[in-house]
């Protein structure tokens, strides 16, 4: 039979273009991917790459071999997700996706609270910039932020949480400083790989043509914090910091809505069952906040 582990290696290279980028991906070396392909070439007894200046490039054989492998995946996950998904017990991995800003800024007491309620749960909370795939387990549910409902992948199911807003902030000392007439620049705070939205103009004041980048939202806060200038921020974030106030004149935006989803039979576990749950409440109780609203605390 061939080795189930050599077929994930060259799906691996044929979809990457290189033997680099797939151990990168794959977490291992170089040395390894090339080793299992030359295994599967040798067990299928016919050559699957050509090694192109620009990288690997499949064989006649190797794209039918391709349609096949992507199958033999296919039918893996949904093995793994069916066996999972008789999985009853209140205990083992429990892994959630999200955003880092709606971890560290909103939810991790509420990820806490669960971890107390349930100690056999053990919780893997995955807020790295790129979120993880449902579809290929990495992942058992995501918390994500969707402007359109049609972009979701039919094989997810979700709950529909509430809608999410942001503003334009500054901080208070930087506003009073403008407001006295302070001649320093303020800039537009933007991470590298956004672009200055087009109502930027919006509002009394005017920023330079000049923007302050940063590489993430927690150095994106931290800067306009420290007076360098205004930027967007989720009002979740932008309302609850004392140090930061709505840059006068402007109107909020809608960033989309929030979704908790999960895939497949994962979705039945019971601890899968009771995060999705649990959570879907409290993001429901956030809705005035996430939609920047005024909180009354009477």
């Known amino acids: ?56 490039r499949l064989t006649a054989a190797g794209e039918e071999v391709l349609d096949l492998a992507s199958q033999m995946e296919a039918s893996s996950h949904q093995l793994e997700t069916r066996v999972f998904g008789r999985d009853r017990s209140v205990r083992g991995l429990l892994r959630v996706t999200l955003t880092p800003i709606l971890a560290t ?30 579809t290929n387990r990495e992942a058992d549910v995501a918390i994500r932020v969707v402007y359109d409902r049609k972009t979701l992948p039919l094989n997810l199911h979700g709950v529909k949480g509430p809608e999410l807003f942001g503003g334009v902030y500054i901080s208070r000392d930087r506003l009073a400083a403008w407001r006295a007439g302070a001649p320093d620049p303020i800039r537009w705070i933007v991470i590298s790989t956004h672009g200055i939205p087009e109502w930027a103009s919006e509002g009394e ?3 330079t043509g000049v923007p302050f980048r940063t590489t993430d939202a927690a150095a994106e806060v931290a800067a306009v ?17 004392p140090l930061l106030v709505r840059v006068p004149g402007t109107d909020l935006h809608m ?20 995060f999705t749950e649990f959570i879907s409440g409290r993001l429901a109780a956030y809705g005035p906040c996430l939609a920047g609203l005024p909180i009354s605390h009477d």
Not at 32 to 48: D, F, N, P, Y
Not at 255 to 274: C, D, H, I
């Open 1 to 56: 039979m061939i080795d189930w582990d050599n077929i994930r290696y060259f799906l691996a290279v044929a979809r990457r273009g290189s033997v680099r980028a797939a151990a990168e991906g794959l977490g291992v070396n170089h040395s390894t991917v090339l080793r299992r392909i030359a295994q599967l070439e040798e067990r299928l007894g016919t050559q699957m790459f050509e090694k192109l200046p620009a990288g690997y």
């Open 105 to 134: 800024h909103l939810l991790m007491p509420d990820f806490a609270e669960f971890a107390g309620l349930h100690p056999d749960i053990e919780m893997e909370i995955l807020s790295a910039g790129q979120l993880a795939n449902l």
């Open 205 to 207: 004041l005017r920023a």
């Open 225 to 241: 914090r420290q007076g360098l200038g205004i930027t967007t921020l989720p009002c979740f974030v932008g309302d609850a910091d």
């Open 255 to 274: 960033y989309g809505t929030l979704w908790v989803l999960t895939q497949g039979e994962t979705r039945k576990t019971k601890r899968v069952r009771l």
